[in-house]
C-alpha cells in the first residue's frame, strides 16, 4: 500500500554516506502519520519532527512508534548495478484508528530507533482504511534503491 515512490530524508541520504547506519542491525520502524506532509529537508528525527502527528491515541492495534521492519537486507545487485535496502511488508491487522476524529493515515514514515529515531523516508498513503488490515507492500525492487 505505499501507493508511490517513497522520499528520502536529506539529511539521512548525508549520514547514510558517513557511514551512521546499520541497517541490518539497527531497529527500523514504520509509523503512520496524519495532517502535514514531512519536510524531506527539514525534518530529521522522529521525536522532534513527526511524533506529535502519529495516529496512535485510543486506536486499536496499533502500537505508539509504529512497527519494527522485519527481515531488512541489503543487497548488491551486480547485473543492473544497484544496492537495495529490503524488509518484510508491515501489517496492521484489523487497524481501527479512533483519533484523530478522521482517524485516516496520510503518510507512512520510516525512521531508525537505534540512530536516535532519525527519518529515512516516508510515503504518501491514497488508500482510505479503519477497522480492516492496513499493508504497506514495499516495491519488488525493494524499499531504497540506488543506482
Excluded at 478522521?102 to 532519525?118: C, I, K
Aim: aromatic residues 8%.
Amino acid at each position: 500500500m505505499a501507493e508511490g515512490d517513497g522520499l528520502i530524508f536529506t539529511n539521512f541520504k548525508e549520514e547514510l554516506m558517513e557511514g551512521v547506519f546499520d541497517l541490518l542491525n539497527d531497529t527500523i520502524k514504520v509509523a503512520l502519520i496524519h495532517g502535514a506532509a514531512p519536510n524531506r529537508d527539514t525534518d530529521i528525527d522522529w521525536e522532534d519532527d513527526l511524533d506529535d502527528q502519529e495516529v496512535s491515541d485510543g486506536g486499536v492495534n496499533y502500537t505508539a512508534g509504529g512497527e519494527a521492519l522485519g527481515s531488512p537486507t541489503c543487497v548488491q545487485d551486480d547485473v543492473n548495478h544497484l544496492g537495495k535496502f529490503d524488509g518484510a511488508d508491515v501489517e496492521w491487522t484489523t487497524l481501527l484508528l479512533t483519533t484523530p476524529v478522521d482517524a485516516t493515515p496520510d503518510y507512512a514514515v520510516m525512521y531508525d530507533v537505534t540512530r536516535l529515531g532519525t527519518l529515512i523516508a516516508y510515503w504518501e498513503l491514497a488508500t482510505v482504511t479503519n477497522g480492516g488490515n492496513f499493508k504497506l507492500a514495499w516495491s519488488g525492487d525493494g524499499i531504497i534503491t540506488l543506482t
